[in-house]
């Protein structure tokens, strides 16, 4: 007999999250706006680089919600009379890739070296665990003056010493959890079934670890942007006339109460990015359990 | 537990062996000291002169044998700049740090522990959405955005407290409120993820089905389940604190360890680099292991 | 009309999933008296823990829902109550005893603390609850007791387990007191000390007793009136007796017809190559021998049953042959090879042939993935077992031959009853079609009925295919019926091996015939007379 | 007490050692308020170089210096002063085992102390040395058998002595009572540590402070506290004469036209700033008058560029257009609308910030040879009035820091080093002249001013000076 009739259906997983998407109106506008800061971050610098460059010391420091010089001057101006709106897209580009860059290898191999750590042997994991030690206690400034004398300075190292000094939480993070998972019963099945370390690893324990690493690593998004406009002035990456939201805020900062502009937008721009990206994550993590799962397919049917 | 602390601690002095190996030969790639300790003026004469003072003319293995000779009989070195034993520079400094990571860590977990737990309990509800608002703004700000309103706001128009320094108690409070912020937003994060699941436990329903009031059903039944991620993320935070706040010492003229970490290692004060690195990192594989430790109390199942 | 001591009017419960709503509990009504037993029967998944849930405020709403109805107790409704109202009722009141223990459990605390909460939460003070709590261990049959309560729950057999749950539902003395399923994981022996207990103090305070379960025989033993389920629905009420002996509704009648223990005893297999010879395997937790020298061949399509005392390593026994853990001392040969100095590939190769059924099913389902997922793992795992495109069906089939549907393949473990859970995780090693099955209290959540069918189907695939099982029971009639071998343990030790006949019908060792004279029958009056037998005696003796 | 004053400075002193007072961050603290030196140079009232240890100074015939000595002097351990003292000084200061910065400025010469009497000392250099009393105002006054390394308790003969540093918190120097001159009005001073220009300025606000110097001109928002005065700096952007283009003057002229220099002026740069015309600012000896900046002309700029690339010059070379971070306020704008300038005309560009330490590599010799064409941004502070502590590193064909190898300059400033009165500063004007009108030598540009705020129940004026000293005898009370 054949009970493939009898199994239901179920929706697609597209068609499923984005219902889950629509049910929670928050996360909902945070895609939205996520979307918009990615497709800044891919057309920002084509389209207002030059606006973004043009200087005019007469309307330097150009208080914001005025329409006198365009909408690119809505939000004011900066200390060389560039229009922030068109500087905070133009950066789109270079804030995204620089901190999406570090908080990615970082979470990356953090969280796989934590797998690696908790699961494997005492010996394997002491090592891993005690040089994770030593990247906590070395400074994150003294990392990047050795790569810039060693290496010199480019984007690609500066994406590095940022998720470098990154790395130990994801790794302790995984390893605790993974300690503890790798009790529960349901591990011991897989394993009795011959699943591999690989497997296990994957489909049983990192599902449960990954949600505590997305909180993380969306706080980490904010970190990066703001931590990487210290290193900029070693020389490191990004630097002048090119920008990123951590710069502007940087170059804001002596302007705070005078002309609070400058850096407030960009650091809204930062706050906001973090804000969607956690609230996604937290949505995601309810989407992505079944136990909780209900309270955002619930909302949908009905009013409960 | 006592074996496993012994083979810790041996793991660990060899790491702090690596680090000071590690920290030696890579800082000494990044230039030389006589360059930013003298004039720019000064002659050709006087640098070779204040090379040959501090030894920098040897070579580097044996400006290492001599450096390790020296840690030997506990000797750190002088500061180039301070002409004063490190040491006494880098204690001085971490006293403070100290004292300022103690308390703040102390203040954050208790607060981010409560605000967490209680958001989780009532996922979604509204004041879930308040603390973690709120929170979420308050780690992702810059942290200099904070410090100076909060002078702006409390010690300038309001002069509740000084703006900065130390000596009485009314100085702490500022930097610490300024400290505060990041960690709180991102444990109170941590802990809520980690909580809501922990509440969706059957264990939580055994709690209620006796009877358990809500308040011991989530700080004792589902706390101490939600526990691990939350410690290794005050681990985290309390280490990057020990590494020093800079932009709080800064900004408060509070003399920790992290301006004088920047300072010297941008001056290449590399004794006092070491020193500090070696204090800091003492200190922050001690508190690794004492989250370890904390982790197979808080949950018996986990075994070393 | 006086007021019952709790009563459930038109109870409706609903759960919302992905898939739609399933109406778990539809419109059911029954009462408890003071000093009353009352038992719902039912098939699995019938509704019955739902509705106990309900009682006590455990429903997760949402997702889960109380369409309808009222639940009387002392004259209120408890549906009407606020949350604190009902937490003071809850544990002094009306107590619960989990179905699945291990998980109820929690992880991070001392059972010995968790029982002490139960009771200090109602205001005893600490030192009188310590108190307290050692006397309600000591009841319970817990050994080692100063130690025991400094224990952690996985540190417990799944029996002790149990018994402790028991007793953190006791300690308060409630008026009202709900056993789901309180016996499953016990041996006899054992489960008649727990019932016992359950008789005296209902005779000390006048409780009502509301006894969730599948076995005839602990109805038979201690209910009053009966209540039958089936799929959310109460089909038939009615004293012990008189639904026994006179059963009016069809399922009720298949139920009482599936009573386990009647059928044919295997005849003696005859003798093979044994595919696993296990010789002296020990097991030490520091100086405690949780198995103590355990020796037994087991040859090809034989069932071999493991009976004994609760804690005396049965489970222990099975997480070492699969190496989950790692034993003290011994040996144990699989086709020959020695199963634990294997290789990491060979032993990858062996895991196929080498299934297990876990205590407690819950646990074992990892709790993110589907029940698809779940069975359709072992094909992923080893892909030449089936072709990708036959995936679906065969979970579907798996999944009815089990008794379970196969709309519930899109499913998660939290959405099902605990025999639902067990018969996933049946479903699941079934499809690595191997070649031994530890099957440790595979069956033991299951109402008759669906066990009867899940034997028939273990028994056809032994037969068919020679398929070995170790099966880890202690419930002799399912034993009896399909057991070729029986081993009886007892602390970590042999004391009994034979055939099933030689076992049941001349066993050697007294602590074997202690287990086989504490088996209940089905029959209230056969039960009853064994009562008032084994009242006689304890009176002479007394 | 009323008496009393906090100063807030914006950073700590790593020693408190006499020999390096030149340094700033020490100098503030202990210059003249600690450890005095011979002569002392006025800056407040332009009187020129006055005495302070020394009563008088005299040119002997061979060339040597005759410096007659304060009677009656007392060091704060209660030693006398004399000129042993001043002999052992010198020779400390100049010390192989001891890395003093007052060698620095006796450089290519050999400077000898001969102690007459107790009140009497003779300075010999070779070569002879016309602006040895001004040099002598850089050596601070030690005791004698101060040890020869650094220290870090100063004994002086100055008004105060210290009396608490705890490091990281605070420094206190207290009034003398037995000090040889008038007594200052402030009896005790206590200096505090905040690198934050916004915080110095809310700590004068609050209370906190009363002096806090180098604030910034955003924060310097009250008239009333609120001072600015020419900080003696000097930002230009030295340019590498040895490589194409740049070795062409009308490149270096067009480089010149480029920069609109007033429009700086009230917005990234403070006003008050002025353009400068030499690496030293106005008050120093030789300071050239007549000597015009370029006017701004971005046309005439295309148009030199256009005919240098007409005759072949590689005008479109890339070139780098190197900051230091942080180096001075603005330092980030300023580059940018700099390398904007520059583009405008048709300079290709790039712009590149360095740390110290990398920055350090390309400013000084040797040069990294692999270097392009560079256009360094520094900023030069001469505030001892003389030009000879700048042009020699600056211009000079084997200075440590010159971008030109030019004979005639060379000359200048072998002759004006030697020359005193009116000819030296005739000399040096016309060094000034023919480096900043012929040559095109470097691409000037600002003056600065520094902001400083000073409570109102103060009474100091900062100068020019309060960057590297800081006299407590200076400020009064109201
Ligand atoms: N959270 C849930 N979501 C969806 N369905 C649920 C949920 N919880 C329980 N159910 C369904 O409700 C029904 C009743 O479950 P219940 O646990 O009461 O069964 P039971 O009678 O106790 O069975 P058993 O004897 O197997 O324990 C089952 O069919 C189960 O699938
Ligand atoms: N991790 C552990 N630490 C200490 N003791 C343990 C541990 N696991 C099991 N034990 C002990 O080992 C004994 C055997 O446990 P096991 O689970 O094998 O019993 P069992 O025969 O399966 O009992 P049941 O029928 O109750 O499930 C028990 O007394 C138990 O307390
Ligand atoms: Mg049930
Ligand atoms: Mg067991």
Request: proline share 5%.
């Amino acid at each position: 007999m054949t009970h493939n009739e009898a199994m239901p259906e179920t929706p697609g997983p597209i068609t499923r999250f984005a219902r889950m998407l629509w049910a929670d109106k928050f996360a909902l506008a945070a895609a939205i706006f996520l979307l918009v800061v990615l497709v800044m971050a891919l057309i920002g610098p084509a389209w207002l680089d030059a606006a973004a460059q043009k200087q005019n010391l007469r309307g330097r420091n150009a208080p914001p919600f005025q329409l006198d010089f365009g909408w690119l001057w809505f939000l004011g101006a900066d200390a060389l009379g560039r229009p922030l709106m068109a500087r905070i897209i133009v950066a789109t580009q270079n804030t995204m890739m620089v901190a999406a860059g570090a908080v990615v290898v970082s979470a990356i191999a953090g969280s796989m070296l934590g797998l690696i750590a908790g699961y494997a042997g005492d010996k394997v994991s002491q090592v891993i665990m005690r040089v994770a030690d030593v990247i906590m206690s070395f400074p994150s400034l003294l990392i990047a003056v050795i790569v810039l004398y060693v290496f010199g300075p480019s984007v690609t190292n500066l994406i590095l010493i940022l998720s470098i000094t990154r790395i130990p939480v994801y790794l302790r993070t995984t390893r605790a959890e993974v300690l503890e998972i790798r009790e529960r019963m349901f591990v011991s099945a897989a394993r009795v079934m011959g699943a591999s370390q690989k497997r296990i690893i994957f489909r049983h324990i990192l599902p449960v670890v990954l949600p505590t690493l997305t909180t993380i690593a969306t706080l980490d998004f904010a970190y990066v942007m703001l931590a990487e406009s210290s290193l900029s002035f070693l020389g490191i990456g990004i630097q002048p006339p090119e920008i990123t939201w951590g710069l502007m805020i940087a170059q804001g900062r002596q302007y705070l109460t005078n002309a609070w502009w400058l850096s407030f937008w960009p650091g809204l721009a930062i706050i906001l990015t973090t804000l969607s990206l956690n609230l996604l994550s937290n949505w995601l993590r309810i989407a992505l359990d079944p136990v909780q799962r209900w309270r955002l397919e619930m909302r949908g049917h009905k009013n409960g | 537990m006592l074996t496993f602390i012994r083979k810790r601690a041996l793991a660990s002095l060899i790491s702090l062996v690596g680090l000071v190996v590690l920290v030696f030969f890579l800082s000494r790639l990044t230039g030389d000291p006589a360059a930013l300790f003298l004039p720019e003026d000064a002659t050709e004469a006087m640098r070779v002169q204040f090379r040959e003072l501090h030894g920098l003319n040897d070579p580097v293995l044996v400006q290492f044998g001599r450096y390790v000779w020296d840690l030997f009989h506990l000797d750190f070195g002088d500061s180039i700049r301070k002409a004063r034993p490190a040491i006494d520079v880098v204690l001085e400094a971490f006293t403070w740090t100290l004292q300022l990571a103690i308390i703040t860590m102390v203040l954050v977990t208790a607060a981010a522990i409560v605000v967490g737990s209680l958001a989780a309990f009532r996922a979604g509800g509204f004041f879930d959405r308040i603390a973690s608002l709120v929170s979420l703004i308050g780690a992702s700000a810059p942290d200099f955005w904070i410090a100076i309103v909060a002078i702006v706001v409390f010690s300038i128009s309001l002069g509740w407290v000084p703006t900065s320094g130390t000596g009485t108690v009314l100085h702490w409070i500022l930097p610490i409120a300024v400290l505060f912020i990041r960690p709180f937003g991102l444990i109170v994060q941590v802990v809520r993820g980690s909580m809501i699941s922990a509440l969706s436990s059957a264990y939580v329903k055994t709690a209620r089905a006796k009877g358990v009031r809500a308040r011991p059903i989530i700080f004792v039944h589902a706390l101490r389940n939600a526990m691990l991620p939350v410690i290794t993320v005050i681990g985290d935070q309390a280490a990057s604190l020990l590494n020093g706040a800079v932009v709080i010492e800064t900004i408060f003229g509070f003399p920790g360890v992290g301006k004088l970490m920047i300072d010297s290692i941008l001056q290449r004060d590399f004794n006092v680099v070491l020193a500090a690195i070696l204090v800091t990192a003492l200190a922050i594989f001690l508190m690794n292991l004492l989250i370890d430790i904390a982790y197979a109390v808080l949950d018996p199942r986990i075994r070393y | 009309m006086a007021e019952h001591l709790l009563e459930v009017r038109n109870l409706s419960v609903e759960f919302h999933t992905a898939a739609g709503v399933v109406k778990a509990v539809k419109d059911i009504s029954w009462y408890l008296d003071r000093g009353e037993t009352l038992a719902i029967l039912g098939e699995s998944g019938s509704g019955k823990s739902v509705s106990a849930s309900a009682i006590l405020d455990l429903i997760d709403m949402p997702p889960g829902r109380i369409t309808s109805g009222e639940i009387r107790f002392d004259g209120k409704d408890l549906l009407k109550l606020s949350a604190s109202q009902r937490r003071d009722i809850n544990g002094r009141k009306i107590a619960m005893i989990f179905q699945d223990p291990l998980s109820h459990l929690n992880p991070v605390y001392p059972v010995g603390w968790q029982i002490v909460e139960a009771l200090t939460t109602h205001g005893v003070d600490r030192v009188a609850a310590h108190a307290e709590a050692l006397r309600l261990v000591t009841r319970v049959g817990i050994p080692e007791l100063e130690n025991a309560l400094k224990k952690y729950p996985h540190q417990f057999s799944g029996g002790q387990r149990q018994r402790l749950m028991i007793a953190m539902a006791l300690a308060m003395k409630p008026d009202v007191i709900i056993a789901d399923e309180p016996t499953t994981a016990l041996d006899v022996t054992v489960q008649a000390e727990v019932l016992r207990l359950l008789d005296e103090l209902q005779q000390e305070t006048g409780m009502g007793v509301l006894i969730i379960t599948h076995d005839l025989g602990v109805v038979a033993e201690i209910a009053d009136r009966v209540v039958v389920m089936n799929a959310g629905e109460i089909v038939e009420t009615g004293s012990t007796r008189e639904v026994y002996k006179n059963p009016q509704h069809p399922y009720t009648r298949k139920l009482i017809g599936a009573a386990p223990g009647r059928g044919e005893m295997h005849p003696p297999l005859e003798t093979r190559e044994p595919v696993l010879k296990v010789r002296d395997l020990q097991k030490y937790y520091s100086a405690f021998h949780a198995l103590d020298g355990v020796s037994f061949d087991l040859m090809p399509g034989e069932t071999l049953a493991v009976v004994g005392e609760s804690g005396s390593g049965k489970s222990t026994l099975a997480r070492i042959l699969l190496r989950l853990d790692e034993p003290s001392g011994g040996k144990a040969f699989w086709k020959g090879r020695d199963l634990f100095t294997l290789l990491p590939a060979e032993l990858f190769k062996l895991r196929r042939e080498l299934q297990m059924v876990f205590q407690d099913p819950t646990q074992s389902l990892n709790p993110r993935m589907t029940v698809y997922d779940l069975i359709s793992e072992a094909w992923v795992i080893h892909p030449e077992i089936l072709p990708r495109k036959q995936w679906r069906s065969r979970v579907a089939e798996l999944l009815v031959q089990v008794g379970l549907r196969p709309e519930h393949a899109v499913r998660y473990p939290h959405q099902f009853s605990g025999g639902q859970r067990q018969r996933i995780a049946i479903a699941r090693a079934l499809a690595l079609e191997p070649q031994l099955i530890v099957c440790d209290e595979a069956v033991s959540a299951l109402d008759v009925s669906v066990q009867a069918q899940v034997i028939d189907l273990l028994d056809k695939l032994r037969k068919e295919m020679g398929i070995a099982f170790i099966f880890i029971a202690h419930d002799l009639p399912v034993v009896r019926d399909f057991a070729d071998h029986v081993m009886v343990m007892q602390k970590g030790k042999v004391v009994e091996l034979g055939t099933v006949r030689q076992i049941f019908e001349a066993p050697k060792m007294p602590y074997t015939q202690a287990l086989l004279a504490a088996g209940l029958d089905p029959d209230p009056d056969v039960q009853a007379e064994r009562r008032e037998a084994r009242l006689k005696l304890a009176r002479a003796a007394g | 007490a009323d008496t009393d004053v906090k100063i807030v400075l914006n950073e700590e002193a790593d020693l408190l050692e006499p020999c390096m007072a030149t340094r700033s961050n020490i100098g503030r603290i202990i210059l003249e308020n600690i450890s005095e030196t011979l002569t002392e140079l006025d800056v407040r009232g332009g009187k020129g170089l006055q005495p302070r240890l020394a009563e008088s100074w005299a040119q002997q015939p061979d060339g040597s210096w005759r410096f007659t000595l304060r009677k009656g002097v007392k060091f704060s351990d209660g030693s006398d002063f004399d000129a042993k003292d001043v002999k052992f000084s010198f020779d400390r200061a100049m010390d192989k085992s001891i890395t003093c910065e007052t060698p620095r400025y006796f450089g290519g010469m050999t400077v000898t102390a001969k102690v007459v009497d107790d009140q009497t000392i003779d300075f010999s250099a070779d070569p002879v040395q016309p602006i040895l009393p001004l040099l002598i105002s850089l050596v601070t006054i030690v005791p004698e058998g101060t040890p020869v390394s650094f220290i870090r308790e100063p004994v002086g003969t100055g008004p105060y002595k210290l009396t608490d540093w705890t490091p990281g918190q605070q420094i206190v120097l207290e009034r003398r009572d037995d000090y040889w001159g008038a007594k200052p009005a402030v009896t005790k001073a206590t200096y505090l540590f905040r690198s934050d220009p916004a915080v110095r300025a809310a700590m004068v606000q609050t209370g906190e402070a009363d002096i806090a110097p180098s604030i910034s001109q955003l924060d310097a928002t009250n008239p009333a506290t609120d001072f600015s005065y020419l900080d003696s700096e000097t930002v230009y952007i030295r340019l590498d004469h040895s490589m194409a283009p740049i070795n062409d003057l009308r490149v270096r002229k067009a480089l010149n036209m480029a920069i609109d220099r007033e429009a700086f002026v009230g917005t990234l740069v403070p006003k008050g700033t002025l353009l400068a015309t030499s690496v030293f600012p106005p008050p120093t000896l030789g300071w050239n008058k007549d000597v015009k900046v370029p006017a701004y002309d971005p046309e005439g700029a295309k148009k030199l560029l256009d005919e240098a690339k007409a005759d072949g010059v590689p005008v479109d070379t890339k070139l780098t257009l190197v900051a230091r971070t942080a180096n001075f306020p603005n330092v980030t704008e300023i580059m940018e609308a700099i390398q904007q300038q520059l583009q405008e005309v048709g300079f290709n560009v790039d712009l590149k910030f360095y740390e110290v330490a990398e920055f350090e590599k390309l400013y000084s010799k040797p040069y990294p040879t692999d270097r392009g064409p560079m256009l360094v941004t520094a900023m030069h502070d001469n505030s001892k009035g003389d030009p000879v502590f700048s042009m020699f590193f600056k211009y000079a064909s084997d200075g440590r820091q010159s971008g030109i190898s030019d004979p005639k300059v060379d000359g200048l400033i072998k002759r004006a080093s030697a020359a005193t009165g009116d000819d030296r500063a005739k000399l040096w004007s016309e060094l000034v002249a023919y480096l900043h009108d012929d040559l095109a030598a470097d691409v000037l540009l600002f003056h600065m001013v520094g902001y400083s705020r000073v409570s109102e129940r103060v009474d100091f004026k900062p100068t020019m000076a309060t960057n590297s000293q800081l006299q407590l005898s200076e400020i009064g009370f109201k």
